[in-house]
């Protein structure tokens, strides 16, 4: 946790297979998988696959860009639907799916993500 924000690092690859690291908030009323900031977006070259309407927290509709991107998750390729917004990362229920989420709500505290066996 840092703040009051529980946060995970994710490994993400661009279209060429390279590996990079990006720090995302869990947010367990998003129910996609991921958000990246269109700057992310442009550095991994992730292909545009459509366009979404996307109820924001405070009931406003928006339309945005949707992206094919890959995730390692748990060690494995995973491909997913990235939604872009200009704001921090965001890890959603869709990624989470299959998965136990503990987090320890205290300054430093840790967040785990586990498999459900």
Known sequence: MRGNEARVRLRIRDVHGAQHDVDAVID???TSS???APATIAMLGLPL?????????????VTVD?????????????????????AVPLVGMGLLR?????????PGGAVKVSAIP
Not at 68 to 79: E, L, M, N, S
């Open 98 to 106: 299959g998965y136990d989420l503990a987090i320890r709500v205290a």
């Open 28 to 30: 367990t009323g998003y």
């Open 49 to 61: 696959r459509t366009r979404d309407m996307a109820i924001l927290a405070n009931g406003t509709i």
């Open 34 to 36: 991921l958000t990246l």
């Open 66 to 86: 949707v992206y094919a991107g890959t995730v390692i998750w748990d060690g494995v390729d995973r491909d997913v639907l990235i939604h872009e917004f200009n």
